[in-house]
T-cell receptor, first 111, second 117 residues
Framework: GEDVEQSLFLSVREGDSSVINCTYT??????LYWYKQEPGAGLQLLTY?????DMKQDQRLTVLLNKKDKHLSLRIADTQTGDSAIYFC???????????FGQGTTLQVKP | GAVVSQHPSWVICKSGTSVKIECRSL??????MFWYRQFPKQSLMLMAT?????????EQGVEKDKFLINHASLTLSTLTVTSAHPEDSSFYIC?????????????FGPGTRLTVT
């Protein structure tokens, strides 16, 4: 079945770049997403990428997609303490709106 | 932007009782709402998909008689946890979409933390 994998933890210093990686298995996914979850809160959509793209940049966020390897990454430039949160990648399932989430990567930003 | 609310934000109930959680789209009509469950430090797991005016579609392993979903209007879906047990304690999150399958049109609620004692 569909599966999405992420590393569980990443620690960076304020001002550095953060790179969060994700692998997925469903090659029929149309969109791939990155969500941010702060403690005790719901999910905030950060960005998404259409499956026929290989890169998307949105201010401090850069998404890279390697469709051949089914690898997705999120780069956060100039990481700030306010970026500390859990980041989930997700793929849609057959373009139905159903999302399959990874386990989430906890990003810790040290001052 | 589109806003989805959930009520209550947290609830504590005794074993054997039922709890209803509401999910509302505040400024758009949601043809489809999704219900997720999240255990501590774990990912979100899709429980069911509900379309307005029709029966919900449950994911494999989710008991439809235990987790009753009603999507009576284009702005409201409810999840009722019936005869709750401590193992039902979790963070329940809904999302709403006006056009499922399109890029960024799925919006998440803030979640409801359920604790069953």
């Amino acid at each position: 079945g569909e599966d999405v994998e992420q590393s569980l933890f990443l620690s960076v210093r304020e001002g550095d770049s953060s790179v969060i990686n994700c692998t997925y298995t469903d090659s029929s996914s149309t969109y791939l997403y990155w969500y941010k979850q702060e403690p005790g809160a719901g999910l905030q959509l950060l960005t998404y990428i259409f499956s026929n793209m290989d890169m998307k940049q949105d201010q401090r966020l850069t998404v890279l997609l390697n469709k051949k390897d089914k690898h997705l990454s999120l780069r956060i430039a100039d990481t700030q303490t306010g970026d500390s949160a859990i980041y989930f990648c997700a793929e849609d399932s057959g373009n139905t709106g159903k999302l399959i989430f990874g386990q989430g990567t906890t990003l810790q930003v040290k001052p | 932007g589109a806003v989805v609310s959930q009520h209550p934000s947290w609830v504590i109930c005794k074993s054997g009782t039922s709890v209803k959680i509401e999910c509302r789209s505040l400024d758009f009509q949601a043809t489809t709402m999704f219900w997720y469950r999240q255990f501590p430090k774990q990912s979100l797991m899709l429980m069911a998909t509900s379309n307005e005016g029709s029966k919900a579609t449950y994911e494999q392993g989710v008991e439809k008689d235990k987790f009753l979903i009603n999507h009576a209007s284009l702005t409201l879906s409810t999840l009722t946890v019936t005869s709750a047990h401590p193992e039902d304690s979790s963070f329940y999150i809904c999302s709403a979409s006006s056009s499922p399958g399109e890029s960024d049109e799925q919006y998440f609620g803030p979640g409801t933390r359920l604790t069953v004692t």
